[in-house]
């Protein structure tokens, strides 16, 4: 089966200099790569989990994905239509079958707009404004878990995890086949963390949603992905399925990463592994491996030779010249 997106090579350039500032300075190239070579495709159903540290890309490519910040090279392609270079026309249709949640769910709401025009606003973009808009604010409210009456109120008047729930029914008015839902339990209490988990979930059974979720929490990975990708430095360090992942890491970055994860039993034994110093600039990036700064095994190659890209036979795809389970066989 085809993959619904499919991503390949991807990679996003900003400018931190203007041409006459380069040119004074002899800076030979004025940009910083936000995202290098990144490859994955998500099924049809399927749900994807984006993690990094802050600054690693996660929602650089998100945001490319749809179109709000152009790639200097590689595609993307979306239920077979390439959008990569798509004008935008064309692809304002496309956006009929791709929503994003944005990470702040009470910022990404017009405080001048009340909840029932919110959650219509997609239908009058998309030239759909003649459908019965209180039914379909009413519909796509009971959806969420809200009444009808929310459609009163404006998004001051919401709680967070009630503008969350505003933010899901938003990204869903346009019955999309793709949702990228980018932080979509930041700030919540861990309670309402779960509701919104559990709705995800269950509008993805419903509806037969492909995901594609940025995150920090480890644990909403664990719990509502089937794939997961780790990201530094604007790179996939390791890619695969997320309980392979969890219980096999094959780079010492996805190793640290789980590791620091809270435990809740308080009798686990501890056995964080320790990564030591700052993560690098994007305007002055390593040699060789990038991770080997940081790297607690870290070897001579790691510092002069850049890993390829490593398959298994299980799906997974990693970057290490001395992959975990390699490194404790030989051992």
Known sequence: MSDLLTVRDLRVRFRVASPVKALMTGMKDPFIDAVCGVDFGIAEGETLGLVGESGSGKSTIARAVMGLVPAASGSVTFDGQQLVGLPNRQFNRVRRDLAMMFQDPVGSLSPRLTIRSLVTEPFRIHGAGDRELDQEAKRLLEMVGLSADFGRRFPHQLSGGQARRVGVARALAMDPKLIIADEPTAGLDVSVQGEVL???????????????????????????TDRMAIMYLGRFVEHGPTEQVFHHPRHPYT???????????????????????????LMNRPTGCEFHTRCPYVGDRCRHEAPPVTQDDHGRAFTCHYPLGDRQAAE
């Open 198 to 224: 559990n709705l995800l979930a269950r509008l993805q059974r419903e509806l037969g949603l492909s995901i594609l979720i940025i995150t920090h929490n480890l644990n909403v990975v664990r719990h509502i």
């Open 255 to 281: 190793e640290a990463l789980l590791s620091a994860n809270p435990e809740p039993d308080p009798d686990a034994a501890s056995s964080r592994v320790e990564i030591s110093g700052e993560v690098p600039s």
